[in-house]
């Protein structure tokens, strides 16, 4: 993909379902909110790109329903919240090999990693109101 942001017809080609089915999701997956410029027009990333892929296959392919997809996305994202979290730079030198001078950054990198989480989790605390 070479762009910024698609429109929902874009979207809809990408994913061979019709607009009013995207529309639905957003609904129904209150995670999935792309940007609307004026209000009206939706402006879809990659990674809402890649979010409705895993919607489609979940519930297409799968067979989950809505309730079960919201469900499996959440554990999914939960999952790799607590990984992020509970990573330990000890930990990722065993796993990896890493020296103590790559340690020490990866120390670093576990705080800025844990930092920037707490700060998405503001985002979208204040992203909800």
């Excluded at 999935?32 to 004026?38: D, M």
Aim: include cysteine; aromatic fraction near 8%.
């Amino acid at each position: 993909m070479d762009k910024y942001y698609y429109t929902i017809g874009e979207v809809s080609n990408l994913l061979a379902v019709k607009p009013h089915v995207i529309r639905y999701w957003e609904t129904e997956f209150t995670f999935l909110r792309p940007k609307k410029k004026g209000g009206r027009i939706r402006k879809f990333s990659e990674s809402h790109i890649e979010m409705l892929k895993k919607i489609k296959n979940l519930l297409y392919t799968q067979k989950f329903t809505i309730e079960g997809a919201r469900q499996k996305l959440k554990q999914e994202r939960d999952l790799i919240h607590t990984i992020a979290e509970d990573a330990k730079p000890e930990q990722l030198s065993l796993d990896l090999g890493l020296s103590s001078e790559q340690t020490n950054c990866a120390s670093i990198l576990a705080e800025v990693r844990s930092e920037l989480c707490k700060l998405k989790k503001l985002c979208n605390q204040y992203n909800r109101k």
